[in-house]
């Protein structure tokens, strides 16, 4: 079946609200951690998972840094509206250049409270010695565009943000952001700013994790999926051909492209941390495709659309695939690709690169929620059975699993 055809409803489970953790624990590694593989669950702690994976496995992690995204106004009235920052324009040339923009913005959001906020009024804030102004461009569909300036005009948007801004906690975590989330809601290894919400499987790695990995001859590689706030979206529509897939910012480095490939070759497994690492490696295959039928497409056609992976011929080996990738980012002296992906796993996806994934359990009808479903087959349902029937945490701040079903990425050779 083309997934254009799934049914939402059969990804649907009941959610108690009491299973949704609102807080994360003392010690990020000590969070539970459910072990899929090859069909049986068995259960440990994040703190011991390097014991669980495939020896000489690449871990692949997605380094975004969640930026303070929300902006709170107060009206003379007493009245408050808040402006979450949701992308950029798309001639800003990606998120690291909107970012760096100094003075003015105009920016995607949404807006809190908009029924109090009538066109051309200017809402206005000082905070840090920094005046800002918010102005109303434009109704979207979907969300609003907002013109954001500010004084002194030679700071950047990424600081402006850390100074007024507020860390963006998801819609279902029903609480005002504590101090602690600034550190917490990140990764210990987040380098980039750009995110407004958390690769959230990344949240329970230590450095002490860290250290534990080379013992079992276990590598890293790190790629860059800026997460959009569409990622908590649930499907509404009643199948997945009438959902609209968000786009978000993906950066790869040459490097880690390399280090994918050395793993395929030697027959290795993949395994990213997080559906947005996931998806992050899963695009570069077919831009892979893309380059390898056309060698002189330009950098900026060069994006994933939803459909893409669906509709374009999968006989291609996955080698062979990054291969031409990493050519044509040498040909043109790139150190990394920057881009954006619309792919949306779901089953009836054939995996490329990844043969396993580390992620936290996930909303129902969620998109994330079908790509798990993509990997683990029926068994998703059997799996977040038992994490509700033996009391796992879910979402942002709960428990997590590390799922290894045991079949290698493609039907077709990696070899090429």
């Not at 105009?106 to 905070?127: D, E, H, N």
């Not at 995996?351 to 798990?372: K, M, Y």
């Amino acid at each position: 079946m083309h997934p254009t055809l799934l049914s939402i409803a059969d990804y649907r489970y009941a959610l108690p609200d009491d299973r949704i953790a609102y807080y994360p624990l003392a010690e990020r590694d000590a969070s539970r951690l459910l072990i899929y593989k090859a069909g049986e669950l068995q259960e440990d702690i994040y703190r011991n998972i390097a014991l669980h994976l495939p020896e000489g496995a690449l871990l692949v992690f997605n380094n975004t840094k969640v930026v303070e995204a929300r902006i709170v106004f107060q009206k003379s009235t007493g009245a408050q509206i808040e402006i979450f920052c949701l992308e950029p324009p798309a001639e800003y040339g990606g998120m690291a250049g909107a970012l760096s923009r100094t003075g003015r913005v105009r920016w995607k959001c949404l807006v809190g409270g908009a029924s109090k906020w009538k066109p051309g009024q200017v809402l206005s804030k000082t905070i840090a010695g920094i005046v800002l102004e918010a102005r109303w461009v434009e109704k979207l569909p979907d969300s609003f565009l907002i013109e954001l300036s500010w004084t002194p005009a030679e700071l950047s948007f990424a600081g402006l943000l850390h100074q007024a801004g507020l860390i963006p906690l998801p819609p279902y975590i029903h609480r005002t952001a504590a101090l602690s989330d600034n550190e917490r809601y990140q990764t210990v290894y987040a380098r980039h700013d750009g995110s407004v919400a958390a690769p959230t499987a990344g949240l329970h790695f230590t450095d002490a994790i860290f250290q534990s990995l080379p013992e079992r001859h276990i590598r890293q590689a790190f790629v860059t999926l800026h997460v959009g706030a569409g990622t908590f979206l649930p499907v509404k529509a009643a199948t997945l051909g009438q959902h609209q897939m968000h786009i978000e910012f993906i950066a790869v480095t040459i490097e880690a492209i390399d280090a994918l490939l050395k793993t395929l070759k030697s027959h290795r497994q993949v395994i990213p941390v997080g559906t947005t690492s996931a998806r992050t490696i899963e695009s570069l295959y077919y831009l892979g495709v893309k380059v390898l039928n056309d060698a002189a497409l330009a950098p900026e056609e060069l994006v994933l659309r939803q459909w893409d992976a669906y509709e374009m011929r999968g006989d291609t080996p996955t080698v062979a695939a990054l291969s031409a990738l990493l050519r044509w980012m040498q040909e043109r002296e790139m150190e990394q690709l920057v881009t954006t992906t619309q792919l949306l796993i779901a089953p009836g996806y054939v995996w490329r690169i990844a043969s396993g994934l580390v992620t936290n359990f996930h909303q129902p009808e969620s998109t994330l929620l079908l790509l798990i479903a993509s990997l683990m087959g029926e068994d998703w349902r059997r799996a977040y059975d038992y994490a509700l029937d033996h009391g796992f945490r879910f979402l942002s701040y709960g428990d997590g699993c590390l799922l290894l079903p045991g079949v290698s990425p493609s039907s077709t050779e990696t070899q090429g």
